[in-house]
């Protein structure tokens, strides 16, 4: 099963669209995207009948739909509808808030259970820097949590700041597939662009593409590339 990203042009880098019930990491510098391509993504399920969650830290559901009150592709339509969940999993003040899961456990087992409980098909998680609240030993209870939601039936985007841009993290290895977008000054302006690092059982262009942003969002331009 194929699943649209949503986001025009990205489908036809990827044979169509992402394999389905599986986990990919969005990565990429400061501004590059990560957050929009997110976004399109969840309206496009969330337009499909499907159900989604949306987890961020530090913010709330309405200073997301204003991060991204530019684009018009629909978004705050359906962060209203209850085809879309949303969970803010950490306060300003960094108090962390998983009571909304229950009181079973630590984030890995309530976010499996909550995932289970609300058949959730499309999930994005913005982003793994959250996970720094509740894990004692990142490196270790990371692989947990990604096995974990490797096993769910969702379709999920874990968004990853590449805090050293020159070394994977463990999510990349452990990811099927690893979507990179990259934002670099050329000839006096930003070029962006958006790579697929790898995608398990698909075949794949590993080119930089162009990408572009404007009142509809974020599109790729398949057919043109973009040197570093
Ligand atoms: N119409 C537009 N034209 C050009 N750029 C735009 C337009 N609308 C928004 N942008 C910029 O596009 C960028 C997209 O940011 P987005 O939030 O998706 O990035 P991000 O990778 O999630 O960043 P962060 O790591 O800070 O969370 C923002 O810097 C925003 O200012
Ligand atoms: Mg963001």
Redesign the pocket.
């Known amino acids: 099963m194929r699943v649209s990203s949503g986001v025009p042009g990205f489908d036809d880098l990827v044979e169509g669209g992402l394999p389905g019930h599986r986990l990919y990491v969005v990565s990429?510098?400061?501004?590059?995207?990560?957050?929009?391509?997110s976004s399109q993504f969840i309206t496009q399920g969330a337009r499909s009948g499907e159900n989604c969650l949306y987890v961020t830290m530090h913010e709330s559901k309405e200073e997301l739909i204003n991060?991204m009150s530019?684009?018009e592709f629909g978004f705050s339509k359906v962060m209203r509808s209850d085809r879309v969940q949303f969970l803010n999993l950490v306060t300003e003040s960094g108090k962390r808030t998983i009571t909304q899961f229950g009181t079973d456990g630590g984030l890995t087992s309530r976010l499996k259970a909550f995932i289970e409980k609300n058949d959730i098909d499309r999930a994005v998680i913005d982003s793994t820097m959250l996970l720094q609240h509740f894990f004692a030993d990142m490196s270790e209870e990371i692989t947990g949590f990604l096995s974990t939601l490797k096993q769910t039936d969702t379709t999920t985007l874990l968004?990853s700041?590449m805090t050293d841009p020159t070394s994977y993290a463990d999510e990349h290895y452990l990811a099927h597939g690893v979507i990179f977008?990259h934002n670099f000054m050329e000839s006096g302006g930003m070029t962006r662009g958006v790579q697929i690092i790898k995608m398990r059982g698909t075949k794949i262009d590993c080119d930089i593409h162009k990408i572009g942003?404007?009142?509809r969002g974020l599109r790729v331009f398949p057919d043109e590339k973009v040197k570093r």
């Not at 990429?28 to 391509?37: A, I, L, V, Y």
């Open positions: 990429g510098p400061p501004g590059s995207g990560k957050t929009t391509f991060d530019n684009f968004i700041e977008f942003f404007s009142d």
